[in-house]
């Protein structure tokens, strides 16, 4: 069975934005993508990422930004259905209890993409993040919306679809 690429987008976007037409375009196959506009209760928000996963395997999570905490979230509550994630500017900073979760005990290819002009997720508490969870993090020179950065989270994803 292939694996399946799904994109988890951020809380201000919508379905279909650049990140995902990027996805799309890797060949891959298909990219499932949960619509959760104007969902900003992450706990509203994760009930519709775990209803439109239900019962799929193989998963590879790209994250951006809040849709980075929830593929971490889903990582850590169904292990068993995700085969690796590349997380872009995941909000770990968010004060939320049990957001994200504290500790990931993950055996599964994640990479982590993290601008240095970010001004809404500091690169300081991704940074702390990934070496408390031993995350391997990539900084690029680009802001929140990584829009720059499109080829290298595009290569992160080949790399730990490879892996899979």
């Known amino acids: 069975m292939s694996p399946q690429l799904v994109f ?12 995902f037409l990027r996805l799309q375009s890797l060949g891959l196959g298909d990219v499932l993508e949960p619509d959760c506009r104007n969902l900003k209760n992450p706990d509203d928000r994760f009930r519709v990422v775990e209803a439109a996963l239900a019962g799929k395997q193989r998963l590879v999570l790209v994250g951006s930004s809040f849709g980075g905490l929830m593929a971490l979230k889903f990582a850590a509550a169904h292990p068993e259905q995700v085969a690796a994630m590349v997380l872009c500017a995941p909000a770990v900073h968010r004060p939320e209890p049990g957001w994200p979760p504290p500790r990931v005990n993950l055996t599964i290819p994640v990479r982590v993409l993290q601008g240095t002009q970010d001004d809404i997720v500091p690169l300081a508490a991704v940074a702390a993040y990934c070496t408390a969870n031993g995350l391997p993090l990539t900084v690029v020179e680009d802001n929140h919306r990584l829009a720059a950065s499109h080829e290298v989270m595009a290569r992160l994803v080949r790399e730990v679809w490879k892996l899979v």
Not at 8 to 19: A, N, Y
């Open 8 to 19: 988890l987008h951020g809380l201000e976007s919508e379905p279909g934005g650049s990140k």
